[in-house]
């Protein structure tokens, strides 16, 4: 069982930047994809971001050019630059590992912004 961290969550006013970082219990190198959802409440849970094994990514459109998603394979580390935020970027923060069918998601990580 794949373990996933997240944390870098917090409160930031509008126009503000928090990074987040999930940590995996193995080498990211094993995952396909790799992604970042959210969840606001009362929503459904939404993909935000994703990056392939060979380094693909692809943005949602409500983040694209303000967010970006990396990923470092030495640290098992993946991260999400959030930039520009607005309000309606609040939410709980999860991030997912695949490797074929096998899916793990971290526990989440919540952010809030204030406007």
């Known amino acids: 069982q794949v373990q996933l961290v997240e944390s870098g969550g917090g409160l930031v006013q509008a126009g503000g930047s928090l990074r987040l970082s999930c940590v995996a219990s193995?080498?990211?190198?094993?995952?396909?994809?790799m992604s970042w959802y959210r969840q606001a409440p009362g929503k459904q849970r939404e993909l935000v971001a994703t990056?392939?094994?060979?380094?693909?990514?692809n943005y949602a459109d409500s983040v694209e050019g303000r967010f970006t998603i990396s990923r470092d394979n030495t640290k098992n580390t993946m991260y999400l630059q959030m930039n520009s935020l607005k309000p309606e970027d609040t939410g709980v923060y999860y991030c997912?590992?695949?490797?074929?069918?096998?899916?793990?998601w971290g526990q989440g990580t919540q952010v809030t912004v204030s406007s």
């Open positions: 193995r080498s990211l190198l094993t995952f396909n994809t």
């Open positions: 997912k590992a695949r490797q074929l069918v096998t899916v793990n």
């Open positions: 990056v392939t094994s060979g380094g693909t990514t």
